[in-house]
């Protein structure tokens, strides 16, 4: 019999102090056996105390283990579930409490797979070769994954897994996993769009996912279309792939045809403003932006290149002094063009102080001038 006298806190049989009556093990039965929501707030507490509060030696904490998972074994689901629940964030929980739970249902196992910080490397790695999917996408969710549990994880090919994964923006994906990935991409098609929104994508393979997707759209319309109203939209369908394509290996390109028709047709209604043409590059249409930009302008499109290109934002500070926009959508121009300059990168203080100086102190014929050279 493995029970705590009530009294001295003493397990009578081993001799073990154990610093609370609450911990006996004839009070955990009882906390377990019964169905009421104040017992299984209790047994929570209790167990979470035991870890946290109790000061247990090494032998104490090989005693309570076994009556938790006795205790765990003999449990209806929910009452596991609680129990993982309440062990998934705890530093303390005993490891063998934790791997007993891992193997649960998936249900019960899911708060240790994902949270545990008990729950180690090679914990996982045994996991993923013995169990299946649901059990990876659960510790494919975790925030501390290193590479090699990644690798593991992506080589099993598990779409469901992958989808996990590409969503969990808590970690870096090794650079070998992302090709496995890019070709699951291919025949997962949502798996694109969050592949492609990682900052840590290489950049060779961002160009080939838009190109793979950008192909799977144009087989879509070009079947779904009639004949007469594919003929009209192809080459628009065909300019805005191939600038998704080109902006990942060179964000300054000079836009096609149909993008520079579309711009002098807003310009032509009335509705080509600095506002909008800013809006596109937010939306990260850079050839419209581009079109946009060198219709409003009227300037060509290496002016409009040398323009975007300058790290002190001379010719910028020219075109807002010129068309008379305020110094706050100036800054805004200038900021939002860093990404076409330097991708992610920040921008440099030094050289946001000198555009704004420039802006601030240029008149309006100096910038004529640098805009006719």
């Not at 975790?142 to 923006?169: K, S």
């Not at 076409?340 to 102080?353: A, F, I, K, S, T």
């Amino acid at each position: 019999m493995n029970e705590y006298d009530q009294n001295s806190g003493t397990d009578s049989e081993n001799g073990v102090t154990i610093p609370m009556a609450r911990f006996r093990s004839d009070y955990l039965y009882e906390l377990a056996r019964r169905k009421d929501p104040e017992a299984r707030r209790e047994l929570g507490n209790v167990v979470t105390d035991l870890f946290i509060s109790a000061k247990l030696s090494l032998r104490e904490q090989d005693i309570v283990a076994d009556i938790l998972i006795t205790m765990l074994k003999q449990a209806e689901k929910d009452l596991r579930l609680a129990i993982s629940e309440r062990l998934s964030n705890l530093e303390q929980a005993p490891l063998r409490v934790v791997l007993y739970l891992s193997n649960d249902d998936i249900d019960v196992a899911r708060p240790i797979l994902t949270y545990s910080p008990v729950f180690e490397e090679m914990d996982m790695m045994l996991v993923i070769e013995t169990r299946d999917s649901e059990y990876w996408q659960a510790i494919a969710a975790r925030a501390d994954l290193r590479a090699a549990v990644i690798r593991a994880l992506v080589e099993t090919r598990d779409v469901p897994t992958a989808r996990v994964l590409v969503n969990n923006n808590e970690i870096n994906i090794p650079a070998d996993s992302f090709a496995i990935l890019g070709d699951m991409s291919e025949t997962a098609n949502d798996l694109s769009v969050p592949l492609l929104k990682r900052k840590d994508l290489p950049q060779d393979l961002v160009s080939n996912i838009y190109r793979h997707v950008g192909a799977t759209i144009r087989e879509n319309l070009e079947q779904v279309l009639p004949p007469e109203r594919w003929a009209i939209v192809k080459e628009h369908v065909d300019d805005v792939i191939a600038e998704h394509v080109d902006n990942v290996v060179d964000k300054i390109k000079p836009p096609g045809d149909a993008m520079m028709e579309a711009a002098e047709g807003l310009k032509k209604r009335g509705k080509l403003t600095f506002d909008g043409v800013l809006q596109a590059l937010k939306n990260d249409q850079i050839s419209s932006f581009i079109a946009q930009l060198i219709v409003f302008s009227g300037l060509g499109f290496k002016k409009i290149q040398e323009m975007i290109s300058e790290e002190d934002g001379l010719k910028m500070a020219a075109l807002c002094r010129i068309h008379r926009i305020e110094k706050k959508t100036f800054l805004k121009f200038f900021l939002m063009t860093q990404k076409l300059r330097h991708g992610e990168r920040m921008v440099d203080p030094m050289h946001l102080n000198a555009a704004l100086s420039k802006y601030d102190f240029m008149p309006m014929e100096d910038a004529k001038a640098i805009l006719e050279k």
